[in-house]
């Protein structure tokens, strides 16, 4: 099986076959990073380029680690919000480190569709390591990965994801994906932060955590934008924990083995009780290792079209 | 110079005429409609146009254009965009006052207008501002301006939020007997909205903008022009909502006309997937539902007037993250063959299109134009209704190449356009 594409952009655009090979993919990187020789030639002689305009140093660490396992040459590009007012536009930096040779741009903005911009303007292949409120495909790869390593199969798993559908890429990639292969997925938050028409996604929209809990197999407690407080969004931090946080008293509501997911980094006492996020039943830390497998398979998968997997 | 028009398909919806005539132009003025035309075919003085098989119709009346002059020359200029008007069969074009300066006071105005004469190949109607800078505080010279030839006012891309600034504004415009063009928004409920709130603004993660953003202020217009008596115009409308305010309006005698664009009539919130920033305009391009609510509008006469937003923006403007794009499409070159669409899809009939292109927007703004009457000005368009054509947006002479439209099969051709007598432009 051959991987088609030349970018990554998003789960929306993958189907269910594409989803899966990346995944298999990951799972021979993971073989990879267990290792004492934790290193593979498969990218030698690419540059691949980390443009980040928001600060994230896990997605971005990751990502270095990632590309330094499969040889490549890496050039990391942090822009402050300052310095791009200050400066160029967003094409003129990207051609610019186009004509320094970059194979793989792998772009982290703040604005939704900055990533498609770049693929319809350059030669080099783009991974989007989460555009804006769009969407944050190696995060929700990742997850799928995790998943389908702890449950063996994602088709039938009933998906919760709590909290701020409204401003989420990670929601919304993770959305795509566990719909793709088959799961149930829904959602629930305050009103204000579940968008309208959200229901055409095929999600079943939930406004009461513990309605939502029932029967869920995996739980993907978003992070909370602490500017939201006191904003017209929500009260208060407080109000907020009470009705949408996760105790240890509601995560009973769902199954036994149910699995507790966070992007990061956590708000503990907000998101997540402190019990809740160092349970048996979280897997934050799996998410965070299993990453560098899954943003391997990805880079792997675009530079090279899947050959000799 | 005198001009011969020679069997065309005059439609003139001032007169209620639809039949084939010849038409005899002299001194910039239509001078007669002649039987015969054998002894003025043979006369060496009159220019001879075969209009056979053509429409002829009063020049098109455009009553919401950007043409940006002064201050942003790079996105066009009063020239180019009296050519892009002349290009798509448009013979005047009424110009909005976000300049830079703004036209908010009657030398910015004398300035457009100087311009227009030196450069501009067809009539520049300029609109004055409600509020100094369209800061939404105070009132800018309105009586100034009109004198200096403005024909309406409008703060248009920045609503006047404080009701009692707007309901001022109507009471001291009123007796000057011009319009109020109200760019209905409210812009706390748009917040930091690029394109219509819904499935597609959540598929792209962009921020949306409601339907009810645009309908809240045009209630509050509504109401304001009741308590003040002043003629309401509503720019460009966008949701069903703001179609069922203006028709039960109207039912109740307020003044108020309204106008829509042909975007807003042809295209659904879909054209932006693939962050299209060419679809990227303000109001933004609605759901089939609302696009549905504005044809039946047209058609039963709650929308009086179809008008482009002409908003030209250069590339390099355009071809930035959506965010930063900004809001705005380049319509004067297409707006005939997008128009005549309706026709084909039996939403107006010709006539009825060309009444909404011509001789209501004249109403509404109180200009002598937008009729072929003996003795009125000799604005003329002169078009093709069959012959099919590509749209390719980079041949528009508009320095505005931001169209949704690049590669639309379409058929609908401007032959000749004639501003006072004079050919100014020809296919
Ligand atoms: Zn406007």
């Known amino acids: 099986m051959v991987f088609q594409r030349k970018h990554i952009l998003g789960l929306e655009e993958l189907d269910a076959r594409e989803i899966n090979l990346v995944l298999d993919t990951a799972a021979s990187m993971k073989e990879v990073s267990e290792r004492d020789v934790k290193k593979v030639p498969a990218l030698k002689g690419t540059t691949v380029v980390n443009l980040f305009f928001e600060p994230s140093t896990r997605t971005r660490s990751s990502f270095e680690i990632a590309e330094k396992r499969l040889s490549a040459d890496v050039l990391n590009f942090t822009l402050s919000q300052s310095s791009v007012i200050k400066g160029e536009t967003l094409l003129d930096t990207a051609r610019n480190l186009e004509a320094m040779g970059a194979g793989v741009i792998v772009i982290r903005h703040s604005m939704s569709g900055a990533p498609w911009l770049l693929a319809k303007e350059l030669h080099s292949s783009i991974i989007n390591a989460g555009d804006g409120s769009h969407e944050h495909p190696s995060q929700a790869l990742l997850d799928l990965f995790t998943i389908r390593e702890i449950k063996g199969e994602i088709g039938g798993l009933v998906v919760v994801i709590v909290g701020d559908i409204r401003h989420s890429r990670v929601a919304r990639s993770n959305i795509w994906g566990f719909l793709r292969l088959g799961a149930e997925v829904r959602v629930v938050g305050p009103a204000t932060l579940i968008p309208k028409e959200i229901e055409y996604m095929d999600v079943k929209v939930f406004y009461t955590l513990e309605e939502a809990l029932k029967d869920a197999d995996v739980v993907i407690m978003l992070r909370i934008q602490m500017e939201r407080q006191g904003s017209e969004y929500f009260p208060s931090l407080r109000e907020y924990s009470k009705f949408y946080g996760l105790s240890r008293e509601k995560l009973r509501i769902a199954k036994d083995d149910v699995s507790v997911m966070h992007p990061g980094p956590i708000n503990r006492g907000v998101e997540l009780s402190s019990e809740v996020a160092d349970d048996v039943n979280s897997v934050i830390l799996d998410q965070v290792s299993n990453g560098i497998a899954v943003r391997m398979a990805m880079l792997y998968l675009v530079a090279s079209g899947g050959r000799n997997v | 110079?005198?001009?011969?028009?020679?069997?065309?398909?005059?439609?003139?919806?001032?007169?209620?005429?639809?039949?084939?005539?010849?038409?005899?132009?002299?001194?910039?003025?239509?001078?007669?409609?002649?039987?015969?035309?054998?002894?003025?075919?043979?006369?060496?003085?009159?220019?001879?146009?075969?209009?056979?098989?053509?429409?002829?119709?009063?020049?098109?009346?455009?009553?919401?254009?950007?043409?940006?002059?002064?201050?942003?020359?790079?996105?066009?200029?009063?020239?180019?965009?009296?050519?892009?008007?002349?290009?798509?069969?448009?013979?005047?074009?009424?110009c909005m006052p976000n300049t830079n300066p703004i036209n908010d006071n009657a030398s910015v105005t004398e300035y457009i207008l100087l311009k227009a004469r030196k450069e501009g190949i067809v009539n520049v109607f300029p609109i004055g501002a409600i509020t100094k800078g369209e800061k939404g505080e105070s009132l800018a010279q309105i009586g100034e301006m009109f004198e200096a030839g403005c024909v309406g006012i409008s703060d248009d891309g920045m609503p006047v939020m404080n009701s009692k600034v707007m309901r001022h504004a109507m009471e001291y415009v009123r007796p000057f007997n011009i319009p109020v063009i109200s760019h209905a928004e409210d812009k706390n409920l748009s917040g930091n909205g690029v394109m219509n709130e819904g499935f597609f603004s959540n598929k792209l993660g962009l921020g949306g903008i409601p339907n009810a953003s645009e309908e809240v202020i045009v209630a509050r217009d509504i109401t304001l022009a009741e308590l003040t008596g002043v003629h309401l115009h509503i720019a460009h409308v966008s949701t069903a909502g703001s179609v069922r305010l203006i028709r039960e309006a109207k039912a109740r005698g307020i003044r108020v006309t309204a106008e829509a664009?042909?975007?807003?009539?042809?295209?659904?919130?879909?054209?932006?997937?693939?962050?299209?920033?060419?679809?990227?305009?303000?109001?933004?391009?609605?759901?089939?539902?609302?696009?549905?609510?504005?044809?039946?509008?047209?058609?039963?006469?709650?929308?009086?007037?179809?008008?482009?937003?002409?908003?030209?923006?250069?590339?390099?403007?355009?071809?930035?993250?959506?965010?930063?794009?900004p809001f705005g499409i380049s319509?004067?070159?297409?707006?005939?063959?997008?128009?005549?669409?309706?026709?084909?899809?039996?939403?107006?009939?010709?006539?009825?299109?060309?009444e909404k292109l011509t001789f209501n927007p004249a109403q509404i703004v109180n200009i002598d134009r937008g009729t072929l009457m003996v003795g009125a000005k000799a604005d003329l368009v002169i078009f093709d209704t069959e012959k099919a054509f590509t749209v390719d947006r980079m041949k528009f002479r508009s320095k505005g190449k931001n169209s949704p439209f690049h590669g639309w099969k379409l058929t609908g051709h401007v032959e000749y356009t004639i501003v006072g007598g004079e050919i100014v432009y020809s296919a």
């Open chain 2, 1 to 94: 110079m005198k001009l011969l028009i020679k069997s065309g398909r005059i439609i003139d919806p001032s007169r209620n005429i639809d039949r084939v005539e010849n038409i005899l132009i002299e001194e910039g003025k239509i001078s007669s409609y002649p039987a015969e035309t054998k002894k003025l075919e043979k006369d060496k003085k009159i220019n001879l146009i075969d209009a056979s098989g053509k429409t002829v119709s009063p020049g098109f009346i455009d009553m919401h254009v950007h043409l940006r002059e002064p201050g942003y020359e790079h996105k066009e200029t009063i020239r180019t965009g009296c050519e892009a008007g002349a290009a798509g069969g448009f013979t005047s074009l009424v």
């Open chain 2, 261 to 325: 664009t042909p975007h807003h009539v042809m295209l659904t919130d879909e054209a932006v997937l693939g962050y299209d920033t060419n679809a990227k305009v303000n109001p933004p391009i609605r759901t089939a539902e609302d696009v549905e609510f504005i044809r039946d509008g047209l058609k039963d006469g709650t929308i009086d007037a179809i008008a482009t937003d002409h908003a030209p923006h250069s590339e390099d403007e355009k071809k930035v993250e959506f965010d930063l794009a």
């Open chain 2, 331 to 354: 319509g004067l070159e297409t707006a005939l063959p997008i128009s005549l669409k309706l026709v084909t899809e039996g939403v107006l009939t010709l006539n009825q299109l060309i």
